[in-house]
């Protein structure tokens, strides 16, 4: 795996053969997990520890921006992605991937353009 750093603001990305990992961090309780720089958990206040998710997830939501944004040409897609035993990250959804997208759709993050993106069903 390549430490590809902060490639999407303060998420911490490190691709791999298989897809995209996110760096986290996670209760030794299992109360809470973060794709961020938390360091106490919110439920019961033992401190995270360093845990790294995916590239496996479900897309809990997804939306098409028709306004312009730095970087980006509308329309565009985002998709808010639920990291098995993970947090939740925002994803890109590139083009081809916009007819098929679903809520409740498992799949894999990869990177495209440096940051995270959808990619192929899951099938396990
Ligand atoms: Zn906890």
Known sequence: MNDTG?????LRLVRSDDGLR???????EAHHTTAYADFVCPDCGRRLEEAVFGPAGVV?????????APGRTPPFTLAY?????GPRILCDVPA???PTVAVG????????????????????
């Open 6 to 10: 902060q490639l999407n603001g303060p």
């Open 22 to 28: 996110v760096v986290g961090r996670r209760c030794p």
């Open 60 to 68: 809990w939501s997804y939306t098409t921006i028709t306004t312009p």
């Open 81 to 85: 992605v639920d990291l098995a035993d």
């Open 96 to 98: 081809a991937a916009v």
């Open 105 to 124: 759709q498992r799949i894999s993050v990869v990177e495209v353009d440096g940051r995270p993106a959808i990619a192929e069903e899951v099938s396990r």
